[in-house]
């Protein structure tokens, strides 16, 4: 999902990280057991339980002079994200908490990376707005503020991971 110009997220589920992680043992040639279960380490809580989504977040520039001006300006981006439920006086919001091991190695107080790891948790309440609808993902950065309404599509999809099996 494009959430402005230069920021897209993936939502992530237990497809997905299982994707990533194939995708990182085939690049690197991994070929023990040792260096997958490594792998598996690093990528398995991005895997959301019912009731949370979890998302990357990539700040995608190609010029290295662009990227390295727009990644001093968005430190602290991983914390401004807000998933919006509903509209008027009953909506709702969600914040995204990010990933605690990840936010440590990826921002210092004058960069930030180009790729962050959030979760929001979802509780009854925010379900039913969810449920209900429209739902729509805000960043809401003093640097960059850009929102995005989920398609009937994605939202049904994400409603897959928010439910209990």
Known sequence: MALGPIVTV???SRDTIRF???EMARIEKMASDAQI??????YNPLIPDPGELSLTLFVELTDEAVLREWLGKLVGIERSLR??????PGAREV?????AAHEEQLTREDVTASVHYVRFLVGAEELASFVAGPVSLAVDHPAYR?????S???RAE???DLRPP
């Open 158 to 160: 994400l409603l897959g």
């Open 152 to 154: 009937e599509e994605t």
């Open 95 to 99: 914040a995204g908490v990010p990933e």
């Open 20 to 22: 990533q992680v194939q």
């Open 83 to 88: 998933l919006r439920l509903g509209r008027g």
């Open 37 to 42: 279960q490594a792998e598996l380490d690093v």
């Open 10 to 12: 993936v939502f992530e």
């Open 146 to 150: 850009h929102q995005a309404e989920f």
